[in-house]
């Protein structure tokens, strides 16, 4: 067994305090022109983070040359990465950033606390230097490049604006590269075409092995032999294509966005600002996963009231295959099944319950001939269908004082969404999880955000499925609950692809980027030789407690209770599923090994709640607790049992006191895990 314990981090330093505000500083060109006389580039202009742990270096090019900016950086003092090129190109004016000169360089300190309101910590760090580099303009367009550096991340976009009214830019293609110094792993995700439900498992690979002329999905997440780590990814994605990596002929990663039906990537209105292109730094993995930056870079929330979102677990029993006790019985949404399960939420204190089927040999909740899950011509959201009574299960619901929560596919609300909405908050829904996007050109990307608006003047709660990574925009919609964009424990159902290193994997690649959801709750677990997937009743891989730390561990403000209520009720481990939080006031990652270990430390007002993951043989971790506050703690831990890799649905239940100064000792079982509850200790 590999003992683990947790490094000192390399990055404890004094900050270097910056005032807020702007400080504007001009740069002439003819300035800029003179002191190139007799050299081969402009001098560069440079940008640190407030701590001074990345320095960032603009490159220009040479006037009238053909060559494009570019940008550098270093991390704790090591370059990271080199030569990274700029550039957006459009229909009518060609490449925008060739041989473009700067009119002026902009800067700006900020530093302030953003509210988060369902996240990984009730506050993030808004805390960055800027460098807007004002370019003299190209033809009828104007040019800006927007650098931030964070302590933990930069960022980047282009701004375009038009001097006359009216004026539209067709981009045709983003040329923005990043080129990792030195030899990197890769932790990569290959996509099959820009059509895709970005549910892919993770290759583990060096750069150069990286395969040429592949999409690549992000995050990113980049490891170097010395322990920094990174992550490409973008923020805020709005009004524009999603953007994946590609390798190239010069070892460079550059961007692909996603085309429109006629080849071009984006059309818009100037003036226009792309999605942040984001590189997160950090000297331990766990760094990125503590991360509030995505989240900044996001615009404020344009829900003036957020008083009625009110998330919390959710039951879903597609997953356990429509089902109460693991037996085919009562129709999923009928009047008694409903009754039920509605039950069940109320005495376990389950806020929501979800309704859907969709089953291929029957149809939608909604009004739809056609069997199966695709719209047909006569699907209609704004009905329910003949014999689901869903006005009895509503007012079943309303008296035990529980949610409901539904499906739809995203094809039956285009062209009818205000409409569709406005029904779904006169049936009594509360939330719908919205599926099967499975692009994200732009217009597929403008219409998430038209769903989102009109969700949110109805006072409903959003998940989408078959969709990208997040970009941050709950902070604008916190109606938006999480993104699915994961190859997830739904798997189970029919392969063995998703196993306990592929968690692992998705910790430190896809969940980088925001909520996931995944499928949790699963209660029958196999030995990996003994595992057959099953449509009803699935099984899962890793011990209960592995599957209990994902409620700790993954970011997900509505997480699934995805078993069926039989499989729940007076067996171990459920009381954790009960009581565990959903959102947090601050989060610690205190191990992390990608694809190997992760142990995350949340806090809800006073307590404490600890998630470990792990895959592979058994080992023993030692976590200190310093990060507790002064006095003594209360701890209930549950622990993989003794004999759990025979039967890994074995835990053990302790009780423990502690303090700061302590450490515990744990043993984690065969792709095992544990949680545990710490709260100041009563006087």
């Not at 953003?114 to 230097?129: E, I, K, M, P, T």
């Not at 033809?139 to 960022?155: K, L, Q, T």
């Not at 590269?177 to 792993?185: C, L, V």
Request: glycine share 8%; aromatic share 8%; charged share 20%.
């Amino acid at each position: 067994m590999t003992a683990i314990t947790i490094p000192p981090s390399r990055r404890a330093r004094p900050a270097i305090r910056h005032a807020r505000g702007f400080r504007l500083s001009a740069m002439l060109t003819t300035l800029a022109l003179t002191r190139a006389l007799g050299a081969d580039a402009l001098p560069p202009v440079g940008l640190a983070s407030p701590d001074g742990s990345i320095q960032v270096t603009i490159q220009l090019p040479l006037p009238g040359s053909a060559a494009a900016p570019t940008w550098s950086a270093s991390f704790l003092g090591q370059p990271r990465f080199r030569d990274c090129v700029l550039g957006l190109r459009t229909r009518a004016d060609g490449e925008l950033l060739a041989g473009i000169q700067v009119r002026e360089v902009r800067r700006r300190a900020v530093d302030e606390r953003v509210r988060v309101l369902f996240g990984r910590q009730a506050h993030a760090d808004n805390r960055f230097q800027e460098a807007r580099l004002v370019m003299i303009p190209v033809g009828a367009v104007s040019v800006a490049v927007v650098f931030r550096c964070y302590n933990d991340a930069i960022a980047f976009r282009y701004e375009l604006g038009s001097a006359t009214g009216g004026r539209k830019a067709t981009i045709t293609d983003e040329t923005t590269a990043f080129r990792p110094d030195g030899e990197p792993t890769a932790h990569v995700q290959y996509l099959e075409n820009h059509r895709t439900s970005h549910e892919h498992n993770v290759v583990t690979t060096t750069g150069a092995a990286i395969r040429r002329g592949a999409l690549l999905d992000l995050p990113l997440t980049l490891q170097w032999s010395d322990g920094v780590y990174a992550a490409i990814t973008e923020a805020a994605l709005r009004r524009y294509a999603g953007m994946a990596l590609m390798r190239e002929a010069d070892d460079s990663l550059r961007c692909r966005l996603t085309p429109r039906a006629d080849g071009s990537k984006v059309v818009r209105p100037l003036p226009m600002e792309t999605p942040w292109r984001v590189v997160m730094l950090a000297d331990r993995p766990g760094a990125l996963l503590e991360s509030g930056t995505i989240h900044c870079l996001n615009e404020p929330s344009v829900i003036g009231d957020p008083g009625w979102i009110q998330p919390g677990k959710i039951t879903f029993p597609w997953w356990n295959g429509d089902v109460y006790d693991g037996q085919r019985g009562e129709p999923i949404l009928s009047v008694a099944m409903a009754k039920r399960y509605i039950d069940f939420c109320a005495r376990t204190g389950i806020p929501t319950h979800s309704m859907t089927s969709t089953e291929e040999t029957v149809t939608p909740w909604y009004v739809q001939s056609k069997p199966g899950v695709a719209p047909g011509p006569d699907t209609d959201v704004t009905r329910p269908r003949e014999g689901f009574d869903l006005a009895a299960i509503r007012a079943y619901a309303g008296s035990r004082q529980v949610r409901l929560w539904t499906w739809v596919h995203h094809g039956a609300l285009r062209g009818r969404v205000e409409e569709a909405f406005a029904a779904f908050e006169r049936l009594g829904w509360r939330g719908l999880m919205v599926d099967f996007f499975d692009h994200d050109d732009q217009a597929t990307v403008e219409f998430t955000e038209e769903i989102l608006e009109a969700a949110a003047r109805h006072h409903l709660m959003i998940h989408f499925h078959g969709i990208w990574k997040p970009t941050g925009l709950e902070r604008t919609y916190p109606n938006l609950m999480n993104h699915e964009g994961a190859l997830n424990l739904e798997y189970l159902k029919w392969s063995d692809a998703c196993p306990p290193e592929h968690d692992l994997m998705m910790a430190f690649t896809r969940l980088i980027a925001g909520p996931m959801d995944y499928h949790l709750g699963g209660f029958r677990a196999l030995p990996r030789d003994d595992f057959q997937p099953r449509n009803v009743a699935p099984n899962v891989l890793g011990t209960r407690c592995h599957m209990l730390a994902m409620y700790v561990c993954f970011d997900n403000p509505t997480p699934m209770v995805a078993d069926f209520p039989t499989a729940y009720e007076g067996q171990p481990g459920f009381d954790f599923v009960v009581e565990v939080p959903t959102w947090w006031d601050d989060t610690r990652v205190l191990v992390g090994e990608v694809g190997r270990l992760l142990v995350t430390a949340r806090r809800k007002g006073t307590a404490w709640y600890l998630g470990g993951l792990s895959a592979g043989a058994p080992r023993n971790v030692q976590l200190p607790l310093g990060f507790l506050g002064a006095g003594g703690y209360d701890v209930r831990l549950w622990r993989d049992a003794d004999g759990s890799e025979g039967d890994p649905n074995r835990l053990a239940v302790e009780a423990l006191n502690v303090r700061s100064s302590d450490s515990l000792q744990l043993r984690l079982a065969t792709d095992g895990g544990f949680v545990a509850r710490l709260t100041p200790a009563s006087r």
